[in-house]
């Protein structure tokens, strides 16, 4: 398909931007997501850097203009780095009251507010708690706003077209991105192949879709309604092939790839559960790959189902939300018992219990560091942005299969369904790690560690003279025995203890983002990556002592943290918890750690860690 882009009156002036974030607003049924996510893969083809974050409402089915049926999708994209979806979206599309009263509070003051002033009805307004119109009782006078009739001009724009009202409504969230493309400058070719392949069966809607969308576009150039439109200038490129990518594709694609690295056939048991669901989707697609994905009836199935994966010789795999992993943590202990490979990811959000099921948190730390009972150390990692899911699952993988141990991985909602660009890496280049070789069959002792690592061998089953006990019974050392004698429990108990803490010899040391010693060093791990080294970088900047390093390994920590942590006045350590990390820094290092602490759903706003770090500079306290 040829390139089309948006029109450009002769007269129009182009402002150019550094960057710019939007956020689109409205029900459910509003098409917001997909609005969201073609903008994003427009950006994404003009070069631009990007960070997106979609907002789904907890309930399914919630009631039409409602508060709590409300949908949003934020992008931030710049001609620099994009770390964060932004803080306070610079444009606001609202399509009905409900949306704009949900998020008019972060829209920036004077930002621009494209409202669709048709669900501007005394029901819609009565819905969403408002007495009397905002665009007419003088309240947005702080903001550049543009009411547009999106119901009617979709329906003078499909005239014509055998569309009952309600499909015509389903298409003005596309009139609504055409508007947005041209005011910013995005290719049209992305959108309108997209809608093709989707609509490919419904021809009709295919053809409404494309007009609502070139519609909206022409109607931002000849309405001028906007004055000027805006232009964001490509990034720095990156070397190499790059795509947009969420934190889930790109867990889901880790894997994959630690199947072919290892040589292992990749099994991925799960049950549905927000917001980890897509990775099972994703892994569905490469059955032509060897790859086996399990639908499982409940949670406690679907990791078994993985520990007998492994037990067979795969790359036993599972994937949930905190909930989940609460009812998995049983056969945690098991698969730490007898030593298997496995890696359970675990896409956190807010709880605990059912929680806050669509809404980020980091709170289950401490569930995947302690979570299980008995002495059952594990391998803890945490990726630390959408792209980075890919890395951090590979080298779940990697340790599972040197080291013979489950391994959890921590991605959150934020990570999971946000996205930005990825550089698709050389495979060739990625190093292998097959399963060691198993000694000779008159040699075998199911728990004779190796002498490196202290993994036991991996016995499959169906192989002559290697047959060995399994369960979650206490293991006799070298024999695998069942035994209840009390030195033997210490004795393995401490050694699957040294087993996790060999980890640490060949994790790299800790990497600090700015000088290596002075008055604070911020630490991080997680999704609250983006927000603290932009923080940081704004703080160095200006001229100030800060400095920032991010965890990938949360157990074992990497060596040398403790004096990374020393060679500074004060350590702050942001979290989407009430403490959990801060806690572990203060217990392992005896370091006067100060927490800043959200449990809102939300992720952290750059200017949150800001205004902390500012106060520890000028000798506040927590």
Not at 97 to 115: H, S, T, Y
Not at 148 to 172: N, Y
Not at 430 to 454: A, C, G, I, N, V
Request: proline share 8%.
């Amino acid at each position: 398909m040829s390139k089309v882009t948006p029109p450009r009156a002769k007269s129009r002036p182009v402002e150019d931007l550094d960057s710019v974030t939007i956020r689109f607003a409205g029900d459910s049924g509003d098409g917001i997501q997909v609005a969201g996510a073609q903008f994003s893969t427009a950006t994404a083809l003009a070069g631009n850097d990007l960070s997106t974050f979609p907002d789904y409402p907890a309930d399914i089915r919630a009631p039409q203009g409602s508060l709590y049926g409300v949908s949003g999708y934020q992008i931030h994209f710049s001609s620099g780095r994009a770390y964060t979806p932004g803080d306070a979206p610079d444009v606001l599309v609202a399509m009905n009251p409900a949306a704009l009263k949900v998020n008019l509070k972060d829209l920036r003051q004077g930002g621009l507010l494209v409202v669709n002033s048709d669900a501007f009805t005394p029901a819609n307004l009565a819905k969403a708690g408002y007495a009397a119109s905002p665009l007419e009782d003088g309240s947005l006078a702080g903001y550049r706003v543009i009411p547009v009739e999106f119901s009617q001009r979709t329906g003078e724009a499909l005239q014509g077209l055998a569309l009952t009202k309600p499909q015509v409504e389903r298409c003005k969230n596309f009139y609504a991105l055409g508007m947005m493309y041209w005011l910013y400058d995005r290719p049209l070719e992305a959108t309108l192949g997209w809608i093709s392949g989707k609509f490919k069966k419904v021809p009709l809607m295919a053809e409404a879709n494309r007009k609502a969308l070139l519609a909206g576009n022409a109607f931002a150039e000849t309405a001028e309604l906007f004055g000027q439109c805006y232009r964001v200038k490509a990034a720095p490129a990156q070397a190499g092939l790059c795509r947009n990518v969420t934190g889930n594709e790109a867990m889901a694609l880790g894997l994959l790839t630690a199947s072919q690295l290892s040589g292992l056939q990749l099994w991925y048991g799960s049950y549905p559960i927000t917001p980890a669901s897509e990775i099972l989707h994703e892994l569905s697609k490469y059955k032509n790959l060897g790859v086996k994905t399990f639908q499982a009836e409940d949670e406690i199935a679907a990791v078994c189902s993985a520990i007998g994966a492994s037990f067979a010789g795969s790359l036993g795999t599972t994937g949930t939300s905190g909930p989940g992993v609460s009812l998995k943590s049983e056969a945690l202990g098991l698969a730490a018992m007898v030593e298997l490979p496995l890696v359970i990811v675990n896409v956190q959000r807010g709880g605990p219990s059912t929680g806050l099921p669509t809404k980020t948190e980091q709170s289950d730390l401490f569930q995947a560091l302690y979570g299980r009972h008995g002495e059952c150390p594990m391998p803890v990692l945490a990726a630390a942005t959408p792209a980075d899911c890919f890395q951090v699952a590979v080298e779940a993988c990697r340790i599972a299969v040197k080291y013979m141990t489950p391994v959890l991985v921590l991605s959150d909602g934020f990570l999971g369904i946000g996205a930005e660009p990825w550089r698709v890496p050389d495979a060739a280049a990625l190093p292998k790690f097959p399963p060691r070789p198993l000694p000779p069959p008159d040699q075998f002792q199911p728990y004779q560690r190796d002498p490196e690592t202290l993994a036991r061998p991996w016995a499959r089953p169906g192989l002559a003279g290697y047959e060995h006990r399994v369960g979650g019974l206490e293991k006799a050392d070298v024999t695998g025995a069942v035994s209840y004698d009390p030195e033997n429990h210490e004795r393995m108990c401490r050694l699957r203890q040294a087993k996790i803490e060999r980890i640490a010899s060949e994790l790299p040391p800790v990497e600090v983002l700015g000088p290596k010693q002075g008055k604070v060093l911020v630490v991080g791990w997680g999704s609250t990556y983006g927000a603290i080294t932009a923080a940081v970088s704004r703080l160095q900047a200006a001229g100030e002592s800060a400095a920032c390093l991010h965890l990938r390994h949360l157990n074992p920590l990497p060596p040398g943290l403790g004096e990374a942590l020393s060679r500074y006045e004060r350590v702050l350590v942001p979290e989407l918890n009430l403490g959990q990390l801060v806690y572990v820094l203060r217990g392992r290092f005896l370091v006067d750690a100060q927490g800043l602490h959200k449990v809102k759903g939300q992720s952290f706003q750059v200017a949150e860690v800001e205004s902390a770090v500012r106060k520890l500079l000028k000798g506040g306290g927590r």
